[in-house]
Nanobody
Framework: VQLQASGGGLVQAGGSLRLSCTAS????????MGWFRQAPGKEREFVAA????????YQSDSVQGRFAISRDNARNTVYLQMNSLKPEDTAVYYC??????????????????WGQGTEVTVSS
């Protein structure tokens, strides 16, 4: 599975961005998908995840109410809509895929495949 993330950029605080992650292969619809981020000098942290069906979604406390994850299985794509962005949201954002289809995870080790990352910078 190859994942290609896009949509990052520079935005002012309070603005919005939508990240996209497109997967290769025919089994995308069976994967749980997640978004993580890593700021300079910090560990990679969980942002949001979505079950293979799209029925269940999860967000970290730090983005709850501001970010939303969704997916389009027909397009092999998962999205992260980011609203009310803050300077502390500045990071490289990574999408990830869990092919095992069990519990939706919020840890790095729960995911087997990773995209290359897309950089988000929020200016104050």
């Amino acid at each position: 599975v190859q994942l290609q993330a896009s949509g990052g950029g520079l935005v002012q605080a309070g603005g919005s961005l939508r990240l996209s992650c497109t997967a290769s292969g025919r089994t995308f619809s069976s994967y749980h998908m997640g978004w993580f981020r890593q700021a300079p000098g910090k560990e990679r942290e969980f942002v949001a995840a979505i079950s293979w069906s799209g029925v269940k979604t999860y967000q970290s406390d730090s983005v709850q109410g501001r970010f939303a994850i969704s997916r389009d299985n027909a397009r092999n794509t998962v999205y992260l809509q980011m609203n009310s962005l803050k300077p502390e949201d500045t990071a490289v954002y990574y999408c990830a895929a869990d092919p095992r289809g069990s519990t939706v995870g919020s840890t790095v080790v729960a995911y087997d495949y990773w995209g290359q990352g897309t950089e988000v910078t929020v200016s104050s």
